[in-house]
């Protein structure tokens, strides 16, 4: 059974960071899309970045330069590093995994398996 669990949400000023983990088991990453999507209220979810079976990273426009997606070194564990935090950036984020062509990677419709999400705030 496929299971991903994400953490390190919460409450920080606008300009400051956070760091989200998603940790899997049931799943090697490597043969994998990894990718995190925010939901905010009132609002479709939306892709925010992948790694691409751990070869490839693509970002939102509304986060490049801003957020980096990288591997953990705990293995199937995902990161997506958060800078430079604005508050539109607030939303639930969350971490998904599929077998995915390119060309798919911004749909969610098209990720097999979904953590629960963790809240990230930023205040003005």
């Known amino acids: 059974q496929v299971q991903l669990e994400e953490s390190g949400g919460g409450l920080v000023q606008a300009g400051g960071s956070l760091r989200l983990s998603c940790a899997a088991s049931?799943?090697?990453?490597?043969?994998?899309?990894v990718g995190w999507f925010r939901q905010a209220p009132g609002k479709e979810r939306e892709f925010v970045a992948v790694s691409f079976r751990n070869t490839q990273t693509y970002y939102a426009d509304s986060v490049k330069g801003r957020f980096t997606i990288a591997r953990g070194n705990v293995r199937n564990t995902m990161y997506l590093q958060m800078d430079t935090l604005k508050p539109e950036d607030t939303a639930v984020y969350y971490c998904?995994?599929?077998?995915?062509?390119?060309?798919?990677?911004?749909?969610?419709?098209?990720?097999?398996?979904w953590g629960q999400g963790t809240q990230v705030t930023v205040s003005s």
């Open positions: 998904a995994a599929g077998r995915l062509i390119l060309s798919s990677i911004r749909n969610p419709v098209q990720y097999n398996y």
């Open positions: 049931g799943v090697t990453f490597g043969n994998y899309a």
